[in-house]
């Protein structure tokens, strides 16, 4: 074949300076940063680990944010994957509502989160907001429960924002069970095998990649999550719904803390390498 | 036992249904009320459709600016990260050369950094451009943070596409670019189309980076005109209904009309995680 080589040079390069430029220097900073001291207008002074040693042992709100997001890599690897499964078991049986369902379901997906912390906020306010209604609805009529900025409720009213909409889970999952070939099912169906013991031992085990791939999409999700607690929470009441995104952006663009808040990313970024070959080996992803 | 697995089957159906669709349509129909009617009974019906708060809200914030801003964005974010990403994955797709494993292992490192962990340095990076405050700012990191998925999605395509067209384009004389850009890339529509569909919707829910890459209202898009006037919004709710529909109302007609794109690209997109 014609020698290519200049021309493979000319169209790789592009992509390789988008690269540098967004991942590779981002990282060289936030490492390098995250062993100094430094602030705004200030040049960043070397302080070896004590970031790290503050950030392990001393700063408690670091530990609350650490917790919280933890919590929620937890809920929405199990429960939300859970869900979504499900769904796309049922809606796989094909009956009258399965497009309208799977089309419906994506849409709080595809909005934007800050559109999606918005309707929440609207729904969940105290005043005029539609489940406040409907609890008055039916008997108590002074019922003014402000769902986001009450401790006992924050954690559990922003969790509500994302943990039931597995949309994303129940169309791998849909795709997965198409490319089951059908001879399994109808050899299933012949030895008198029921339609839920299909699901439950055939579909089901042949599905584990694409579950352990789900669980790595919906727990690493929950590391970037920080659009919808900005719009209804902004971390709080207290640090009830602070996570470790959220604190990022507090301790860079409103402490100016930099060189504190890099070190931040860094454990953001090990904690969810952690959980991804943590998941590959549960799952065994990859082997058959 | 069958009946009650039935009754089950819809009633989880029905809450899915009523959670996805519920805050849409409530928020749908309050955009249409006055101020008293949501106050008075949040449950009932408009009385009329009133379009006075989407025209209110249209003034109280410069929404028309947001939105030409959220377009511009979303249509060159695209546009770059397509040609780009195009390029290489071509390459990457169709020609053996040396440190091509290495490359493709550097560049999946992506997938492993989660956005939120670079807001600092690429603050830092895109102040130093010369680039903050800037819409060429917001394109250049979005068509960043599509790199992977778009890099996967074409480059899975381009190895669909047979051998043989390029190299009878070659013996007519074609060059490599006019190869490329005549002949590959008007076959490689659906691959385009998808990863395109994905890129546009990034760059168009955006929140985070939008808010610390840009100041004040002349760069801001549409995610932030939620944020920023919420408060200004707060003392008329109708008005704030509204303007949540404008920002929700462009993303879900993407969807309806390009559903398959967006459901094959996610299926593709997911595998490689």
């Known amino acids: ?288 | 036992m069958k009946i009650a697995l039935s009754i089950c089957r819809y009633l989880f159906v029905f809450l899915i249904i009523l959670l996805s669709l519920g805050p849409f349509l409530w928020v749908l129909m309050a955009s249409f009320k006055t101020n008293s009617e949501i106050l008075s009974n949040s449950l009932s019906w408009p009385a009329s459709l009133r379009v006075s708060n989407y025209i209110k809200a249209f003034e109280i914030a410069p929404l028309s600016r947001f939105y030409a801003n959220s377009v511009i964005v979303g249509v060159f974010g695209t546009f770059l990260n397509l040609l780009i990403l195009g390029m290489s994955a071509y390459v990457l797709a169709r020609f053996q050369f040396r440190g091509k494993k290495l490359l493709m292992v550097v560049l999946s490192l992506s997938l492993l950094i989660p956005g939120t962990a670079m807001l600092q340095p690429l603050y830092l990076t895109v102040n130093t451009l010369g680039l903050y405050d800037r819409l060429i700012g917001l394109i250049i990191v979005y068509a960043g943070f599509g790199l992977p998925v778009s890099l996967y999605i074409l480059s899975s395509y381009f190895l669909t596409i047979p051998k043989e067209i390029e190299e009878s384009a070659y013996l007519d004389g074609a060059g490599f670019i006019r190869t490329f850009f005549k002949i590959i890339l008007p076959i490689s529509k659906p691959g385009f189309s998808t990863a395109a569909v994905l890129q546009f919707l990034l760059c168009w829910n955006e929140f985070q980076f939008v808010m610390i890459l840009t100041s004040g209202n002349q760069n801001r898009t549409l995610p932030l005109a939620l944020y920023y006037f919420k408060s200004q919004f707060a003392s008329d709710y109708g008005v704030m209904f509204a303007a949540t529909m404008v920002v929700i109302v462009p993303s879900i007609l993407v969807y309806i009309l390009l559903q398959r794109q967006v459901i094959s690209g996610l299926a593709a997109g997911a595998v490689k995680g």
């Open chain 1, 1 to 288: 074949m014609v020698n290519h080589k200049g021309y493979i040079v000319l169209f790789l390069l592009p992509t390789i300076i988008l690269f540098a430029l967004v991942y590779a220097v981002s990282m060289v900073i936030l490492f390098g940063t995250s062993f100094t001291e430094w602030s705004t207008g200030l040049k960043p002074v070397f302080v070896g680990f004590s970031n790290y040693t503050r950030m392990l042992f001393e700063d408690t709100s670091f530990k609350e944010g650490f917790w919280n997001t933890a919590l929620w890599v937890l809920l929405q690897s199990t429960l939300h994957v859970l869900i979504g499964v499900v769904f796309a078991v049922i809606l796989n049986m094909r009956e009258f509502y399965w497009k309208f369902a799977r089309t419906v379901f994506m849409f709080p997906n595809i909005i934007s989160g800050a559109a999606v912390g918005m309707l929440f906020l609207c729904m969940l306010n105290p005043d005029f907001g539609v489940v406040n209604s409907f609890i008055r609805l039916f008997g108590n009529s002074d019922y003014a429960q402000n769902w986001f900025m009450d401790y006992a409720t924050a954690f559990l009213s922003v969790t509500m924002t994302w943990l039931p909409y597995a949309a994303v889970v129940t169309i791998l999952i849909l795709a997965e069970i198409a490319a089951i070939p059908d001879s399994l099912f109808e050899s299933a169906r012949i030895d008198g095998a029921s339609e839920i013991k299909i699901n439950l031992f055939i579909i089901i085990p042949m599905l584990r990649n694409i579950i352990g791939t789900c669980v790595i999409l919906a727990g690493t999700s929950m590391l970037q999550k920080m659009d919808i607690i900005m719009m209804t929470t902004g971390g709080g009441p207290g640090n009830t719904t602070m996570n470790l995104p959220m604190y990022i952006y507090k301790t860079a663009f409103m402490d100016n803390d930099f060189g504190y808040s890099n070190s931040i990313g860094v454990f953001l970024i090990c904690f969810g390498i952690v959980f991804v070959l943590l998941i590959r080996y549960l799952f065994r992803i990859g082997s058959q």
